[in-house]
């Protein structure tokens, strides 16, 4: 994939430029390329800015930056595996958000990003999530775990509502719960019976992968 085909997608995202990636993403279903090339350019290069952030080169910014680039294109190229008929081969589906009620993002984008980079197909619902939104989400993209955020002690019991709604909805046995947010303990997880919980980011990525069983 060294060859320049992807070279102005790549750029993209290590240049945090949403725009980009969707016009770049654009034009790799026009030239009929592989869209499961373009998603492994992404997360390359994602992975590339997770390791640097790791050792302390690049920010928090850059993360969301990167992060905020690759969901930008993410849908073009759901859409084209969907016409294609393909299947993603990964790690596992994630639907990730925040809890209703809860606009912080900085940690949950995290979370997914990490996840992303890690090799899971995620899709970043995003903030101030009801639980019939999680439940509609987990059933649309057919998710294997859900992960959910919340930050403050008043919007830590929307996690459990969401647990009791995906009871209702009889899809508990089908998605695995994690959770996660500086208002979560280990002591309120399992109280709720999600599980798993983590209280760091990279935490949430070998928890992922222990709740998928590899
Ligand atoms: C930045 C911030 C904001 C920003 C948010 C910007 C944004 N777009 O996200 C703004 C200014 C908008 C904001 C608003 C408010 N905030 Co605020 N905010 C913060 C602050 C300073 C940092 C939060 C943050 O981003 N941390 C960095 C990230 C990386 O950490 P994190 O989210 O915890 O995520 C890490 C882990 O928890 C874990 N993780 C996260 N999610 C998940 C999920 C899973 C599954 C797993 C495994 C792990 C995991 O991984 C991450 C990386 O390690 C905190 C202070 C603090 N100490 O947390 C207050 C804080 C969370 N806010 C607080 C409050 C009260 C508010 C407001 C109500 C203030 C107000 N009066 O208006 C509003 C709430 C608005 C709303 N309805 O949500 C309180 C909450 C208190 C409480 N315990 O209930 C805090 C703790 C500040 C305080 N000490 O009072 N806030």
Redesign the pocket.
Known sequence: MGDGKYEELRSAIVEYNNELAVGAVKAVVEQGLDPLEALEVMTEAIRDIGDRFGKGELY?PDLIGASSAMLSAMPIIDEELKVRGTKREGLGIIVAGTVY????????T??ATLLMAAGFTVYDIGVNITPEIFVDAVRKHEADIL???A????TAPEQRKTIVALKEAGIRKKVKV??????ITQEFADSIGAD??????P??VD?AKRLMGS
């Open positions: 928090l009620g809860d606009i912080h993002t900085i940690g949950k995290m979370v992960c959910m955020s930050l403050m002690t008043m994690m959770v996660g947010g500086s208002a798993g919980y983590d209280p760091i980011a935490g949430a928890l």
